[in-house]
């Protein structure tokens, strides 16, 4: 059974960009959430989808957002980037809140 | 005061050894997570309990739901067995809070 897949592994955005991430969930998982680990804050929670609707929300600006396929796979976007968003992001699936299979994320670096 | 608080932070210990980590949160949860993460970022879900304990191979996890308190204890530690351990509480409204981790080395 394939896990969780994140793409890409890494990326170089310019400040003021924008960036879209992508996460393949467990095949069944219909939970989707999203984390930002960076050094200084460590994990933080982002967002979490369920169906195609998103349940539980972050204390993250609205620059953050995402959404959820009908396959489960679940984008997340930042736009206008800053500086402080250079984080590793991860994303995490699972049935419906049991424990959580996470990818192995990807690492963003804003210039 | 952050909602999860891990002790230590830092911790070195021989092969071999008993170690406990410990996770104290002040807000009422409906599940308590231990996570495992490797340098590269890889994280592994280790427990996931509301009550009691949970065992799975050398790693043991128990909560006390009352104290809000819980603990991961390894026993016959190995140097494989460094990573950073963190632990994280689903709140009721369901936000997943994290601890800031702590960093175990086990020496050879």
């Known amino acids: 059974k394939a896990g969780v897949t994140q793409t890409p592994r890494y990326l170089i955005k310019t400040r003021g960009q924008q960036v879209t991430l992508s996460c393949s969930p467990i095949?069944?998982?219909?939970?989707v959430s999203w984390y930002q680990q960076t050094p200084g804050q460590g994990l933080q929670f982002l967002f979490e989808y369920f169906s195609e609707t998103q349940r539980n929300k972050g204390n993250f600006p609205g620059r953050f957002s995402g959404r959820q396929f009908s396959n489960s796979r679940s984008e997340m976007n930042v736009s206008t980037l800053e500086l402080g968003d250079s984080a590793l992001y991860l994303c995490?699936?699972?049935?419906?809140?049991?424990?959580?299979?996470f990818g192995s994320g990807t690492r963003l670096t804003v210039v | 005061k952050n909602e999860v608080e891990q002790s230590p932070q830092n911790l070195t210990a021989q092969e071999g050894e008993f170690i406990t980590i410990n996770c104290s949160y002040s807000?009422?949860?409906?599940?308590l997570h231990w996570l495992q993460q490797h340098p590269g970022g890889g994280i592994v879900s280790l427990f996931m309990?509301?009550?009691g304990k949970k065992k799975h191979g050398r790693l043991i996890a128990t909560i006390n739901i009352q104290e809000k308190h819980s603990s991961l204890h390894i026993t016959a530690s190995h140097p494989r067995d460094s990573a950073v351990y963190i632990c994280?509480?689903?709140?009721?409204?369901?936000?997943?809070?994290f601890g800031a981790g702590t960093i175990l080395r086990v020496k050879s």
């Open positions: 095949s069944g998982h219909r939970s």
């Open positions: 995490a699936s699972s049935l419906d809140r049991e424990a959580q299979a």
């Open positions: 994280a509480v689903r709140e009721y409204g369901n936000k997943l809070v």
């Open positions: 309990l509301s009550s």
């Open positions: 807000v009422g949860i409906s599940a």
